[in-house]
């Protein structure tokens, strides 16, 4: 277990809505990342941080923000959810440079 | 980041040995091949990794090819647990990026 949390597991939220998802973790790691994954598509990256206050985009970041004001905790906001943001939103964290990334459970939201 | 090839699907019945081959035919120098899977809907699991060497740990074997185009992940006893979906990348030292390709859905049967 490396120690992360997301949250809500769950959301089902209407088009136009703000959405933020939570990434804690308990282990102090300096890399964050947020995946997306969808049928046909598997995980794709949308952003990822190296330290605090320190992010850089993805593959698929169109839509989506992020922000890391303290170590253990990685959000992601969609200002105006769409349905194409419908998905299973996975966060991960790597310790070591080039290490390999622990996942959380996941958090499915479903834009309506 | 390099491209992977790999299988879509693949069956192996239970208690064989599994070998899911993974192309990397642009891999560069200094990447390193990984390989996660992925069970139902949890979260990707690590299962190991390696540059050139032939790798083992206590889930699995990495085989490379001595030209690093191509590698073979070794399941040595498939159980039913191991049924998923396996993912072979490329991954640049110290790059923090890792791209998943669509990976390989293994079927352990009884």
């Known amino acids: 277990d490396a120690g992360i949390t997301q949250s809500p597991r769950h959301k089902v939220t209407e088009t136009g809505t703000p959405v933020t998802l939570r990434c804690h973790q308990t282990e102090n790691h300096r890399y964050m990342y947020w995946y997306r994954q969808d049928p046909g598509h598997g995980l794709r990256l949308i952003h990822y941080s190296y330290g605090v206050k320190d992010t850089d985009k993805g593959e698929v970041s169109d839509g989506y923000s992020v922000s890391r004001s303290k170590t253990e905790d990685f959000l992601l906001t969609l200002e105006s959810a769409t349905s194409s943001q419908t998905s299973v939103y996975f966060c991960?964290?790597?310790?070591?440079?080039?290490?390999?990334?622990?996942f959380g459970e996941g958090s499915r939201l479903t834009v309506l | 980041d390099a491209k992977t090839t790999q299988p879509p699907s693949m069956d192996c019945a239970e208690g064989r040995a599994a070998n899911l081959p993974c192309n990397h035919s642009t891999i560069s120098g200094n990447e390193y091949v990984y390989w996660y899977r992925q069970i139902h809907s949890q979260g990707p699991q690590y299962i190991i990794h390696?540059?050139?060497n032939n790798e083992t740990n206590e889930m699995a074997s990495l085989i490379i090819t001595e030209d690093r185009k191509s590698s073979t992940l070794i399941l040595p006893h498939a159980t039913l647990r191991d049924t998923a979906v396996y993912y072979c990348?490329?991954?640049?030292?110290?790059?923090?990026?890792?791209?998943f390709g669509q990976g390989t859905r293994l079927t352990i049967n009884p």
């Open positions: 390696g540059l050139k």
């Open positions: 990348i490329v991954r640049e030292q110290g790059a923090q990026k890792l791209v």
């Open positions: 991960a964290i790597n310790m070591l440079d080039g290490g390999e990334l622990f």
